[in-house]
C-alpha cells in the first residue's frame, strides 16, 4: 500500500476495505453513508405542505406515511426473515449485495433507500443551482445546467412504467444522467446505471398522479425548482 493510498485507506475507513475489494475509487465511500443509512423511517424534514405549488400535501402525506412507511416496514420484515443484522450491515452495503437476497428485500431495501433519499433532495423554497466544484463537474459533464436538466429530465421522461431518476457520480469520477426501474437504484449489484446516487426522483405514479395525473413531463419541470443543491454537493465526491 503506498503512503498515499494509506493515508486515504486511514481516511476512509473501513469503507475502503469493501471499496478496494469491489475495484471501485468512489463507491461505497459515500457520504450518504452517514445521511441515508438507517433502516428506520426518518422525519420528514419538512412539513406536507412545504413543497407547494409543485408538490401538494396531500400526495406527500400518503407517499411519506403509507408508500414510503410499508417499504420502510417491509424491509424490516425482510431483514429478519433472511437474517440481516441491521446493526452491522450498513443500508449502502445491503444495496451492494442486494443480488443475493428475495425480491422482497430488494423492492423494499431499495423502496427504503430511495425515499430517505429522495426526501433530503428536496428543499421548500429555491437554493438556486449548483456551484462549485459541482458546478465544474456538471458543465464538463453537460455543458451547462440547462444541460443537465434536459439530460435528467430525458431519462425520468424515458423510464416505462415505474422508477427513478438519477444524477449519479460512476466510480470514475464522472458524472451521468440515467434511470433504473422499480425500486432499482445505482448502489445496487444488480443495476445496469452504477454509481454513487447525487440526486434522485420519484417517477412512479404514486408521487405525482394527484396533481399531474398523466403529465409526467410537468411533474419533472416544476420538480427542478425542488432540488436542494446543498444536498447535492454533500453527496459529490471533488
Ligand atoms: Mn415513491
Redesign the pocket.
Known amino acids: 500500500m503506498t503512503q498515499y493510498n494509506r493515508r486515504q485507506f486511514i481516511k476512509q475507513g473501513s469503507q475502503a476495505t469493501l471499496a478496494a475489494g469491489v475495484g471501485m475509487s468512489i463507491l461505497p465511500n459515500i457520504a450518504s453513508a452517514e445521511i441515508v443509512n438507517t433502516y428506520a423511517q426518518q422525519p420528514l424534514p419538512y412539513a406536507y405542505n412545504a413543497l407547494e405549488p409543485y408538490i401538494d400535501a396531500t400526495t406527500m402525506d400518503i407517499?411519506y406515511n403509507k408508500?414510503?412507511a410499508a417499504?420502510a416496514k417491509n424491509l424490516a420484515e425482510a431483514c429478519a426473515a433472511e437474517n440481516v443484522n441491521t446493526q452491522t450491515v450498513s443500508l449502502d452495503n445491503l444495496m451492494q449485495s442486494i443480488g443475493k437476497y428475495s425480491a422482497k428485500m430488494r423492492n423494499n431495501g431499495g423502496?427504503h433507500f430511495?425515499?430517505e433519499f429522495?426526501w433530503k433532495c428536496m428543499k421548500p423554497g429555491s437554493t438556486g443551482g449548483p456551484n462549485g466544484k459541482l458546478l465544474t463537474a456538471i458543465q464538463q459533464s453537460f455543458g451547462s445546467v440547462d444541460g443537465f436538466k434536459t439530460k435528467f429530465a430525458d431519462a425520468a421522461k424515458s423510464r416505462f412504467g415505474s422508477g427513478w431518476a438519477w444524477l449519479v457520480q460512476t466510480p470514475n469520477g464522472q458524472l451521468v444522467c440515467g434511470s433504473t426501474p422499480n425500486?432499482d437504484n445505482p448502489l445496487m449489484d444488480i443495476s445496469e446505471l452504477k454509481g454513487k446516487p447525487l440526486l434522485g426522483l420519484?417517477v412512479?405514479e404514486?408521487?405525482y398522479y394527484l396533481k399531474y395525473q398523466n403529465k409526467r413531463p410537468d411533474y419533472i419541470t416544476n420538480w427542478f425548482n425542488l432540488v436542494d443543491w446543498n444536498f447535492v454537493a454533500t453527496q459529490f465526491v471533488s
Open positions: 407517499h408508500h414510503a417499504y423502496g430511495n425515499h429522495f425500486q420519484d412512479w404514486h408521487a
